[in-house]
């Protein structure tokens, strides 16, 4: 295999060595301190294993609610030019920069029992506040940016060549965005889903802060590890190493779908 030419000068090495070194490091700190007789048993409890289908079936919609919002504005900002998308882009980006507190105290004033709309929704009997709805809203508002930002990347290394083409045929804009656009950009759009998910089903902050911590309920994975690292550090480790797995599981899917993108 010919080796290509990088231009890289070789001191760039130790640098990057050392920033390698300090992610992997605490990740290696930490299964040196797992039970890895008790690994199977300590990630089977009952509380783990409801926190984790909680996590799993939670991360699942809001991904869809990601996928069913953050299309469009992807497309509309990668396509359209109008005046103020840079602050539109800004603004649907800020929750990837926002702390996950301050993003989930934001939704409790819109959806909490006397938030902006939470009051209106009160009245009609519906609480969304600490329920199972206000998880997938905390995911939803935390997640949905990484689909917009990969996908408007993706978008805007395609071009529009092809839809240009598709239009001068005489397709129509409905026609060329499901016959065209959507086909050619799916690789990115399932990398887009797929980081989605895995940001969603990390989320702590927002969560606890708009939903509680109710078994079954509200609690999901982070949560749960949260709140065993006091009771009992194994599980909580034990947990963490789900999670971690999981996240590299994700990370593995991902490149391997930009990189088919790229034959």
């Known amino acids: 295999m010919t080796r290509i030419y990088s231009g890289l000068p ?5 640098p990057a060595l050392i920033g390698a070194t300090f992610i992997v490091l605490p990740l ?5 301190r797992i039970d890895w007789s008790n690994f199977f048993e300590l990630i089977t409890s009952q509380s783990s294993l409801t926190a984790l289908k909680l996590s799993l079936k939670t991360a699942s919609i809001s991904t869809l609610m990601c996928l069913l919002f953050g299309v469009p504005i992807a497309l509309i900002l990668a396509r359209e030019d109008f005046r103020g998308q840079q602050l539109v ?3 649907v980006t800020l929750p990837m920069v926002l702390p996950p507190v301050v993003g989930g105290l934001a939704l409790l004033y819109t959806f909490g029992r006397r ?3 939470g009051q209106y929704f009160e009245a009609l009997g519906l ?4 329920s199972t709805t206000a998880v997938i809203l905390a995911q939803t508002f935390v ?3 990484f689909l917009v930002v990969s996908l408007e990347g993706t978008l805007r290394t395609y ?3 092809y839809e240009v083409v598709a239009a001068t045929l005489g397709a129509s804009p409905s026609m060329v965005l499901r016959k065209v656009t959507l086909p050619l950009i799916l690789p990115g759009l399932l990398s887009a889903a797929v980081l989605s998910f895995a940001r969603a089903l990390g989320e ?15 609690r999901t994975m982070p949560l749960e590890i949260y709140l065993q690292r006091v009771s009992d550090p194994q599980g909580a480790i034990a947990l963490s190493m789900v999670l971690i797995f999981v996240a590299v599981l994700v990370m593995a899917v991902t490149a391997q779908i930009t990189k088919r993108s790229q034959i």
């Open 143 to 145: 997640a949905m940016p």
């Open 127 to 130: 609480n969304i506040a600490f």
């Open 115 to 117: 938030g902006l709309l």
């Open 10 to 14: 070789k001191w760039l090495y130790l």
């Open 204 to 218: 702590f902050g927002a969560t606890i802060t708009f939903a509680g911590s109710l078994e079954g309920v509200t």
């Open 28 to 32: 290696v700190a930490m299964a040196t």
């Open 89 to 91: 882009r800004s603004i």
């Open 159 to 161: 071009g529009q060549r």
